[in-house]
């Protein structure tokens, strides 16, 4: 059974980081892209950040450039999602996702991921 857990969500002040991870289990993504999708309260869903395969190229929603980072770690089956300078409007719930091999275009696309995970929750406070 594939599972994708995400950790490291919390509540924290405006201006602070988090490191947000996601282990993956049930099979290897080593050659698959991954990608981080947040939703707020009556929000749609939204995507944050995606990797290829070994980590090589790296995209990032509008919002988020500049202060989020995504890496991987192909031996761990790790990703992980680094948030930094934090605001309120980053409140929200952060889920991991994984493609089934490759890439599949466009990343950003939530139809193109196979694999979610039940998220973690971000809270910014001002």
């Known amino acids: 059974q594939v599972q994708l857990v995400e950790s490291g969500g919390g509540l924290v002040q405006a201006g602070g980081s988090l490191r947000l991870s996601c282990a993956a289990s049930?099979?290897?993504?080593?050659?698959?892209?991954m990608g981080w999708f947040r939703q707020a309260p009556g929000k749609e869903r939204e995507f944050v950040a995606g990797?290829?395969?070994?980590?090589?190229?790296?995209y990032y929603g509008d919002s988020v450039k500049g202060r989020f980072t995504i890496s991987r770690d192909n031996a761990k089956n790790t990703v992980y999602l680094q948030l930094n300078s934090l605001k309120r409007e980053d409140t929200a719930v952060y889920v991991c996702?994984?493609?089934?091999?490759?890439?599949?275009?466009?990343?950003?696309?939530?139809?193109?991921?196979?694999?979610w995970g039940q998220g973690t929750q971000v809270t910014v406070s001002s």
């Open positions: 996702a994984a493609q089934r091999d490759g890439m599949n275009w466009p990343i950003q696309h939530s139809g193109r991921y196979a694999y």
């Open positions: 049930g099979r290897t993504f080593s050659s698959s892209a």
């Open positions: 990797i290829n395969w070994n980590g090589g190229s790296t």
